[in-house]
């Protein structure tokens, strides 16, 4: 399923910092793009990556400010 530049996806996290799943919306028109966005439970702050697979699907990783990217 490709996603239009204005839907929105509604994406479960896993926070790198206190383990917690959070639900998150994220733009496709956000693909390729790196964002700082808190945790709603513990407040720190998460580095998303988002970007398209080779299929046109949104793909999202996480990772905390301090790993190593």
Known sequence: MAFSTTQLQQTKV???YCG???EVLIDA???DQQYI???QV???PIVFN???DVDD???VSVRSED???
Do not use: H, M
């Open 67 to 69: 790993d190593a990217y």
């Open 42 to 44: 513990c407040c720190r």
């Open 29 to 31: 028109s956000d693909a």
């Open 14 to 16: 896993g926070c790198p």
């Open 57 to 59: 699907q949104l793909y």
């Open 20 to 22: 917690e799943s959070i």
């Open 37 to 39: 966005e808190d945790c």
């Open 50 to 52: 988002v970007s398209l």
